[in-house]
Every structure is written in structure tokens, then in C-alpha cells.
């Protein structure tokens, strides 16, 4: 479904992504791990076509990204912190705009099902530039649906989100992974959620990948008996240091 080829981004003489390969399959979750600008919001961007790649490919579904971006974009979303909705729109008519975006028909009844399903129909006649920080991500989550699509990148979905409305989160992806299975790119900082949700989990760091694996494989690898002290052991580490089979 995602096949990155020796993708590099240069900011001038900035390396922010740095030769990095990565596949994700039909149905499978993949999470990105790094710390605080290890890249992943770059990566990101580049596979919405938002950033263009210094070098490298991106294809999506077969497809050349830089060729076929709007047949691609079709059947993606995305769900993150760094775009807003339009502010001064109630979350109703945010969402049956981008709905009507991407071609869903009929838009309000699509609407309604994910604002049930989000349990947010409270917020529907809200206006959305009012919204908490965790109402907000829950109604970008929802536009994140809205065209049921094949590959759904998720940056940060839990953040700024309550324990309790994180689990929620958390079910819900489990929820639409079971229902229909589709390709995920999620990345937090919150190591529960990358457990829970990710079939796979890449480290990114300095723009480069430093380890991949299940939870399971990484923590037998590193020796550790939570995936958190893997993320601190493997953050800390440099190039070489990790002493990888
Ligand atoms: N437009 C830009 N111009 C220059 N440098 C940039 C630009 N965008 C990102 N960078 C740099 O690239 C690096 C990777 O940034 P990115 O936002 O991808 O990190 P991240 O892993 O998403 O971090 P975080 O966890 O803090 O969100 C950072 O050093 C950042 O400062």
C-alpha cells in the first residue's frame, strides 16, 4: 500500500530525513517513534505530498506519488494537530464541507455516523475554532475518516487527549482496523497507544531509521521490559551504538 524508497529532505544544508526506506501493507499498522524532531512530521508531509522529497519515491497503492497525488489523496487521510479547520464553522459544517471534498455521498448522513462514532455529537453545532484542544483532535480524527480511506496517517491522534478519551481513541482505531482493514502510520509519544495499535514499530532519529521492529521483538532486543525504556535507550543511543544484531 506504502512503499518509500530511499526518501531524503534536505532544509538548506539540514538533513531532516535521511535515506529512508519503508514499506506498510495492506491492513497493517506501522508506528513512528523518535523524539522531538527526529523527522516523523516531515515523513509525514512527504507522504501527503505536502513537502516534496529532496530524493527518493514515494508510491502509494502502485502509484507514483509525484505523478498521481489527487487519484492518491483520494483514498488517504489524515489526522493532525499542525492543520486546523476552519475556525469560525460549526464542526457540522466543517465536516459536510470536507465530506462533499472528497466526494462522499451523501455527505450528512456520513457525518452524523462518525460523529456517533466518535461520540461527539455533542460538539456538533459547536463552532469549531472554540473547540477544547482534545475536541478538536477528536473532530480532525472524524474529517480523518471521513472517505473511508485505504491509507490513514495519524500524527499524534492522542495528544493533549485525557486518559480517558485517549483509551477511546485507542478502541475506536482498534475498532475501524477491525471492521475494514486498512494501512495506519501513526506516531506518538504515548507508548501505550504504539503497543496497542502498532503491528510494527519504526525508530526515527536524526532523520534516519535506527531499529524496527514488533514490540515484543524491540524490547527482547534491547533488553527491556517496557517499550518506554526502549524509546529513552534507543534515543539516547548514537549511530552504532546500539549493538543491533
Ligand atoms: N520547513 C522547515 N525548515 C527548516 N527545518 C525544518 C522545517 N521543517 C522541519 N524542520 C526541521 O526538521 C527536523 C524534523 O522536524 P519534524 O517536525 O519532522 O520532527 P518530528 O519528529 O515530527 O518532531 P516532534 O516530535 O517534535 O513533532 C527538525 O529539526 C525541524 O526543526
Redesign the pocket.
Known amino acids: 500500500m506504502l512503499e518509500i524508497h530511499e526518501i531524503g ?1 534536505n ?2 544544508s ?1 538533513k ?2 535521511d535515506k529512508v526506506s519503508l514499506q506498510v501493507a495492506e491492513g497493517e499498522t506501522v508506528g513512528l517513534l ?12 512527504m507522504i501527503l505530498g505536502l ?1 516534496t522529497p529532496t530524493s527518493g519515491s514515494i508510491r502509494v497503492f502502485g502509484l507514483d506519488l509525484a505523478k498521481h497525488r489527487i487519484e492518491i489523496l483520494r483514498r488517504t487521510n489524515f489526522c493532525t494537530t499542525y492543520a486546523s479547520l476552519p475556525g469560525n464553522l460549526k464542526v457540522r459544517h466543517n465536516l459536510e464541507i470536507f465530506a462533499r471534498l472528497y466526494s462522499v455521498k451523501p455527505p450528512k448522513p456520513r457525518v452524523s455516523e462518525l460523529l456517533g462514532l466518535l461520540g461527539i455529537e455533542h460538539l456538533a453545532d459547536r463552532i469549531t475554532g472554540q473547540l477544547s484542544a482534545g475536541e478538536t483532535t477528536r473532530v480532525n480524527l472524524a474529517k480523518a475518516l471521513l472517505n473511508d480511506p485505504d491509507l490513514l496517517l495519524l ?2 491522534p492522542t495528544a493533549s487527549l485525557d486518559p480517558d478519551i485517549a483509551d477511546r481513541v485507542r478502541t475506536f482505531v482498534t475498532e475501524i482496523q477491525r471492521q475494514r482493514p486498512r494501512s495506519i502510520v501513526y ?1 506518538s ?1 504515548n507508548m501505550k497507544d504504539i503497543e496497542v495499535l502498532c503491528d510494527r514499530i519504526v525508530f ?1 532519529h536524526e ?1 534516519r531509521i535506527l531499529a524496527q521492529g514488533t514490540a515484543a521483538e524491540l524490547k527482547t532486543i534491547f533488553q527491556r521490559e517496557h517499550l518506554d525504556d526502549v524509546f529513552i535507550h534507543v534515543a539516547r543511543a548514537k549511530e552504532g551504538e546500539l549493538g543491533l544484531p
Open positions: 529532505k532544509f538548506g539540514f531532516a530525513i523518535g523524539v522531538n524532531g527526529a523527522g516523523k512530521t516531515t515523513l509525514m508531509n513537502i500524527d499524534e506516531t509519544h526515527l532523520g
